[in-house]
């Protein structure tokens, strides 16, 4: 069976031979794979491994590019496939959309330095990457054309809540919630009105799969109040979905955290994938019979505690019970719920996989 057919059988309700496989690991993790197999294309890593999936992002504009450079880091600080970042002479990595971050002493991870809304009185201080340079969509282009006849091709995009913080600080655009409401109201509008322009030219490009990725949660619940989400960033991103809907596309969101408060709503505005289901803080099996009629439910797979503390048996008992339990019926792409660290055995990482294509046949 062709991956982008099983992933449209899975999306429909209706079982294919095996769940859908995805995962996204730490460049540490992938550096371990390559050394282990012997091999350096990834591509041919994920068709050993059942990837069913391919990804493309979206490139800067070519005048950034002009004045950009691929990121020394390996720390999700850069833009595009090529990762590219302006090195500012204080040390920090600014994008295309003038936000800035620095990186920890093992060049890991980064936090936050600046964002260029902080400060200013109107959100029509900023100006969005033009959503009408044909060069930002080449890379989409380009991986359609070479997985069209086989993968589904997903490009991610910000939701709209992570979007307004980068843009505006994290602090002060909660901050604005309550006591700048006329601000909040315009950012919001804005984004929104961006987001509709580029996931429409995502879509002419080839794109299947639209990924709006974004923590709202913690591991104990929230980041903000539903009842806030529900009326400001819930119709915000119905219109998004209604004015880009295509036949053959289908819209992914993707929360850390407990955030099953809100998965009926997003099931109500269209959303046909929410990821990642953490076993961790969330009853994967009851979600699953409460809404796997509606949904499709990505990863599920234990990234805190099974990965890295178990056994090799322990995750193949795992991925059986999740392909028995949420994928009888379709509706499971089998994924770890996290991206993979280093922390993590090879041979539990591999297992996730092996024990997936062994299933061939058995749902």
């Given at each position: 069976?062709?991956?982008?057919?099983?992933?449209?059988?899975?999306?429909?309700?209706?079982?294919?031979?095996?769940?859908?496989?995805?995962?996204?690991?730490?460049?540490?993790?992938?550096?371990?794979?390559?050394?282990?197999?012997?091999?350096?294309?990834?591509?041919?890593?994920?068709?050993?491994?059942?990837?069913?999936?391919?990804?493309?992002?979206?490139?800067?504009?070519?005048?950034?590019?002009?004045?950009?450079?691929?990121?020394?880091?390996?720390?999700?600080?850069?833009?595009?496939?090529?990762?590219?970042?302006?090195?500012?002479?204080?040390?920090?990595?600014?994008?295309?959309?003038?936000?800035?971050?620095?990186?920890?002493?093992?060049?890991?991870?980064f936090r936050?330095?600046?964002?260029?809304?902080?400060?200013?009185?109107?959100?029509?201080?900023?100006?969005f990457p033009?959503?009408?340079?044909?060069?930002?969509?080449?890379?989409?282009?380009?991986?359609?054309?070479?997985?069209?006849?086989?993968?589904?091709?997903?490009?991610?995009?910000?939701?709209?809540?992570?979007?307004?913080?980068?843009?505006?600080?994290?602090?002060?655009?909660?901050?604005?919630?309550?006591?700048?409401?006329?601000?909040?109201?315009?950012?919001?509008?804005?984004?929104?009105?961006?987001?509709?322009?580029?996931?429409?030219?995502?879509?002419?490009?080839?794109?299947?799969?639209?990924?709006?990725?974004?923590?709202?949660?913690?591991?104990?619940?929230?980041?903000?109040?539903?009842?806030?989400?529900?009326?400001?960033?819930?119709?915000?991103?119905?219109?998004?979905?209604?004015?880009?809907?295509?036949?053959?596309?289908?819209?992914?969101?993707?929360?850390?955290?407990?955030?099953?408060?809100?998965?009926?709503?997003?099931?109500?505005?269209?959303?046909?994938?929410?990821?990642?289901?953490?076993?961790?803080?969330?009853?994967?099996?009851?979600?699953?019979?409460?809404?796997?009629?509606?949904?499709?439910?990505?990863?599920?797979?234990?990234?805190?505690?099974?990965?890295?503390?178990?056994?090799?048996?322990?995750?193949?008992?795992?991925?059986?019970?999740?392909?028995?339990?949420?994928?009888?019926?379709?509706?499971?792409?089998?994924?770890?719920?996290?991206?993979?660290?280093?922390?993590?055995?090879?041979?539990?990482l591999l297992?996730?996989?092996?024990?997936?294509?062994?299933?061939?046949?058995?749902?």
């Open positions: 069976m062709r991956p982008c057919d099983r992933v449209r059988m899975t999306l429909s309700q209706v079982a294919p031979d095996r769940p859908p496989l995805d995962g996204a690991f730490r460049p540490e993790v992938w550096k371990s794979i390559r050394a282990y197999l012997g091999m350096h294309d990834d591509d041919q890593i994920k068709n050993m491994l059942g990837f069913d999936f391919r990804q493309a992002v979206i490139e800067p504009s070519a005048e950034f590019a002009s004045t950009a450079v691929p990121a020394p880091v390996e720390a999700y600080v850069g833009v595009g496939s090529r990762d590219l970042v302006r090195i500012l002479p204080t040390g920090e990595f600014e994008d295309d959309r003038g936000i800035r971050r620095v990186v920890d002493s093992t060049n890991t991870y936050f330095t600046h964002h260029p809304l902080r400060g200013a009185e109107s959100p029509d201080a900023f100006t033009n959503p009408d340079l044909p060069e930002r969509y080449a890379h989409i282009s380009g991986q359609v054309q070479r997985f069209k006849d086989r993968y589904m091709v997903q490009v991610e995009t910000g939701n709209i809540f992570r979007d307004a913080w980068e843009l505006r600080g994290f602090e002060q655009f909660l901050m604005d919630t309550r006591l700048n409401h006329a601000f909040t109201t315009r950012l919001l509008d804005r984004i929104t009105d961006h987001k509709i322009a580029d996931v429409s030219r995502m879509i002419q490009a080839g794109a299947d799969i639209i990924q709006m990725a974004g923590d709202i949660a913690s591991g104990q619940g929230m980041l903000i109040s539903p009842a806030w989400w529900r009326a400001e960033i819930k119709p915000r991103l119905a219109r998004v979905i209604t004015a880009t809907r295509r036949p053959g596309v289908y819209y992914y969101f993707h929360s850390d955290g407990a955030m099953q408060t809100v998965i009926p709503d997003l099931i109500e505005i269209g959303f046909d994938i929410v990821d990642p289901l953490q076993p961790e803080c969330m009853d994967v099996f009851a979600l699953k019979r409460q809404y796997g009629a509606h949904i499709t439910f990505r990863s599920t797979l234990s990234s805190q505690r099974t990965l890295p503390f178990g056994s090799v048996e322990d995750v193949r008992t795992e991925v059986r019970a999740r392909i028995r339990e949420l994928g009888h019926d379709g509706g499971l792409i089998l994924a770890p719920s996290n991206a993979v660290q280093p922390d993590v055995p090879l041979a539990n297992a996730v996989y092996d024990e997936t294509l062994k299933s061939v046949g058995a749902m």
